[in-house]
């Protein structure tokens, strides 16, 4: 099985932590494609890099197919371009974002998202609203760390386990999901810290690409509909 | 006052309709700047096509500011880029869209939209669930007609009214809402038929813009913050 | 064009404020018709209050087509009559309340109002919960001075600025309706403190009644059906 | 024990089958003092006539306690002015529609309700949504027979039957209330011919009432808050 | 008439509480049959302790017509085994829990609930979550006090009082339900200090039992039909 | 890894199935310990079947870790026990009606099941309310055939087929689960038939039972906690 993993920001600062992840998380005879954009901004944190980068995911998604791929997953929890790569492939497409908001929902009945900044809590909110999952997912809270400034130090370190504390004290957040592809390796920490579920969308993602393969099952063409011949410039 | 008007198509076709709704709709003293892209598809009618013509919606929805415009207005009714694009701008950008459907919740408890296509259906539910409109918005149906074959002949009117009629009868809907800025100028035949509120996208949105300067209104900062400085290659 | 404004309460205190704002908020040929009712209470603070006014606004809604108008606004925040108003005339009958919490949706994810009392808080919830908006418009908080009381001097400014502060930072509201007609003129005070929309729920009902006749929009009579006769004693 | 029962409407029509309801439902010790208006609407079948009943209803509701009653009970499905009513009384206030409805929970996961006009049904769903019940009580159905006619006889009665039908095969409801007072003694009929819960609002809420003032319960001053003086003219 | 009231749990300790109960609730001449389980678990904390009771439950709940009587009470806040009995009996079936729920939505918008254990906070939430009642009856506080130590001493006394304050001044709750069985006869303290609707299910539910038979209602077969034939073990 | 698998009824009927599901779902170094119930009821077909199963479903869990297990899973669509289980184990419990409804979401909008009987439908959909998931999985239709002549033989095939077409036709579903764990081995058929989604709950369960364990992830004790010690008979 191949699976590409688009990171949809134009920088190879993430790729060795998503090959790392892969490698934590995927069976041994799955291969995995990393590729970021060439165009686009280096970093999402606004529906404003989200739109500009969208419209570059689709090419890779749409490749995938033709490369040997059985399963695409855009590494952003944003899920830039979810919708839409999904009309253009038969291939089943993740995004980070939904399939760990999705796979929380057997853990906790009460569920919060860590985010990086406070630009991208409404941003945030708004996916989970379209989603119809707000009951379940009602708590976004921003660590308000610039993510290029993710080193996995103690700094960001120390910020995500106050952030939690106070999600689980105030906000009665029962699970935890890390709502940035950035946050890869910080969730051990977290869990000497608190005994909770805390999900990290990366590598749930990649195995779930893993299982839809392995069912066989992709995404509707009733819901994502292949989309008619229109003629761009 | 002056409005931007985008049409997030890249061609021309759609210009001379635009403008004739302008016309009629805004005060004599409201100017109108009309624009579409250079870059992207033709028309949206797929979450692809949106996708693809989001980031090019952006830059002419910044620079409205620095052009004298007060209002910017996105001539579609998927709204391609309209979060995106209150974040980068102060001054209010309104989606044709959302501003007919929100203004539809004044006029009748139980609201429906024809779009174009069955393609469009789940595109525009998404965003209604988004807005947590859908109980007020339960109703979307298409009409099955490739936007780039509406040149308002009688055949597009009588698919119209035909699908008017089910939507009325079946689907128990109280007030219309043409759900494509292609449909301008078809209202009139339908009134003839229905005596219902059809809801024409485009010169309402244009009105609201106006109402929108007059009253010194914009978007909250707080729902869409100016983004954080980002790299964009 | 000629709208019928009506202050649904028997008292003649707000007559000169709503002019004011007519003045400054419509079309210069548009002419307005205030009218207050001659039986009813002095104020509305409450359901009591709200029921004793809507049957002495009905007869006034009625009227207006006949006496030449072609809109009417209910200006109380309350709506006091509104859907019975939109039964027994075919002009379009907006509501301060319905109009601007609508309008709101458009400007901010997380909107919230000021009422004047305690009193209110529950009477404008039911009324947010009945047009299914309670996700968007989850807050309404008191100011708790009596609507007789506000002359508009610095007492009330300086509560309403507090108010204002504690639903932005404790609310998280992202945007603000001043949700009482008294409020009229105290907008500006509170943009000079706060960079958030606030809503005039008066204005901008004048100025879309003035949209709606434009468009010659009405509110469906599926949904406010003509009446049956019935005799009353 | 005494309990009000306020007729809203002027007519002395419904009496008899409400003092007959009664007879048959209350306890012989509790006595039940039946009232209609003298002013107002002979029968509430739109938003307008209820606007015009419910001020009259309120001095009756509020002269019951001096009266030497512990409970009053508005007799009509809309239930025309009972949040007021519970504003300036301390003794428990029913309405049959809101009683029934809050009933029927208790007997089927989904409830439908039968009412006498098309023009009712937006008027009975704003009540539901306001009360958030909609996804419990989705479904409500007119049986297309003005009030007045009603004389319970086999005409009635066939299209209670038919409409009953058509509710439990077609909307799939699991147990119906009759949603008019005017239904009186017609239940029998229905459950030859069903199987099912079929609720009839009069009787029962004859019953809560006592319930209520057996119980000492009454409802919340915090979420009906005694009215603040207001002058009236 | 005769009501079993079925306390699902396997030990006497509460039946004198229960018959006190009945006795001050009860009609003279309604007959109560209290049983408690033979085999299960001593007390109801968690869904380990209703999954291991409710399957108890039934064979009493079954016998009840046989015995003579016309309703079956479950006297605990969780319901064990609610929906279950009503598949296998035609008489009414009612749970302290549901029954107390939906009555409090007569006396107020926003209604809490007091548990005994943060073990239960979200176990009845998953309850009202699932009958639709989430959005009015939002909130539920624990008083962390084990079910076994109820001894209505003091301690208890005082523990209710503080956590019904923070419910109306933090949780802004507007009636209170007291949400175990085991708090029989507390509620006159708390009326004592608060001016609140404080609802008390059993009693509650003794006099909504004698009601559902006076009116011959019962619970749908089709929301709860009778079970096909399964050989058990 | 090894995961018990307990099939919560009385009978050997379904081990072969649940074994060759295992065989060609999990991976080769993934043991399955499949159990089945002792006591309770040979098939789940009623709430009545439920509760008298689930009793007997915990100490299969709750022995679980005991015996070397990493992962327990109810094998029923109904979950009987799920959320008692979870309280007792530290392990992660699945349920194949909880696991499949939730991965659903990542397929399609509009998603659909089909169950086996009429008795089923109010039961499954209770459960998908109490999770917040109703407007996403609005449709459960029945097939119609009890459980136990479940050969796998054409009639179920066709009725399968039939049933699945009207939900796509009539109630415009995009993705299928076949709602019941004696479905096993049908998928291929409807897939030949139809292009769409069709989730097999068995499989799919055995594989995130392999994720969960994988990620080293549980169920939150915040949300399931740890009962308290309570005397059972």
Same mark, same amino acid.
């Given at each position: 099985?191949?699976?590409?993993?688009?990171?949809?920001?134009?920088?190879?600062?993430?790729?060795?932590?998503? /090959?790392?992840?892969?490698?934590?998380?995927?069976?041994?005879?799955?291969?995995?494609?990393?590729?970021?954009?060439?165009?686009?901004?280096?970093?999402?944190?606004?529906?404003?890099? *989200? /739109?500009?980068?969208?419209?570059?995911?689709?090419?890779?998604?749409?490749?995938?197919?033709?490369?040997?791929?059985? /399963?695409?997953?855009?590494?952003?929890?944003?899920?830039?371009?979810?919708?839409?790569a999904r009309e253009i492939t $038969?291939?089943?497409?993740?995004?980070?974002? =939904?399939?760990?908001?999705?796979?929380?929902?057997?853990?906790?009945? $009460?569920?919060g998202i860590i985010t990086t900044?406070?630009?991208?809590?409404? $941003?945030?909110?708004?996916?989970?609203?379209?989603?119809?999952?707000?009951?379940?997912?009602?708590?976004?809270?921003?660590?308000?760390?610039?993510?290029? *400034?993710?080193?996995?130090?103690?700094?960001?370190?120390?910020?995500?386990?106050?952030?939690?504390?106070?999600?689980?004290?105030?906000?009665?957040? *029962?699970?935890?999901?890390?709502?940035?592809? /950035?946050?890869?390796?910080?969730? =051990?920490?977290? =869990?000497?810290?608190?005994?909770?579920?805390?999900?990290?969308?990366?590598?749930?993602?990649?195995?779930?690409?893993?299982?839809?393969?392995?069912?066989?099952?992709?995404?509707?063409?009733?819901?994502?509909?292949?989309?008619?011949?229109?003629?761009?410039?």
């Amino acid at each position: 099985m191949k699976i590409r993993v688009i990171i949809p920001v134009s920088t190879e600062k993430w790729t060795d932590a998503v /090959a790392e992840a892969a490698k934590r998380s995927l069976r041994p005879d799955t291969e995995v494609e990393i590729m970021h954009l060439q165009h686009g901004p280096e970093a999402i944190q606004s529906e404003y890099n *989200e /739109a500009r980068a969208a419209g570059h995911v689709l090419p890779l998604a749409k490749g995938a197919g033709g490369a040997g791929c059985q /399963a695409v997953i855009i590494w952003c929890f944003s899920d830039p371009g979810l919708a839409a790569a999904r009309e253009i492939t $038969r291939l089943p497409v993740l995004g980070i974002g =939904e399939t760990s908001q999705v796979f929380a929902l057997m853990t906790a009945d $009460r569920i919060g998202i860590i985010t990086t900044l406070d630009h991208s809590v409404n $941003r945030i909110k708004r996916k989970i609203a379209a989603r119809g999952l707000t009951a379940r997912i009602p708590v976004v809270r921003p660590l308000n760390i610039p993510v290029l *400034e993710y080193d996995n130090d103690e700094k960001v370190s120390a910020g995500i386990l106050e952030t939690a504390r106070l999600m689980m004290e105030t906000d009665r957040v *029962e699970a935890l999901i890390l709502g940035c592809g /950035a946050l890869v390796g910080m969730r =051990e920490r977290l =869990e000497e810290a608190f005994a909770l579920p805390v999900i990290e969308p990366g590598p749930l993602t990649l195995k779930q690409a893993e299982v839809m393969v392995d069912l066989g099952l992709s995404h509707s063409k009733r819901s994502f509909m292949e989309p008619l011949p229109v003629v761009e410039h």
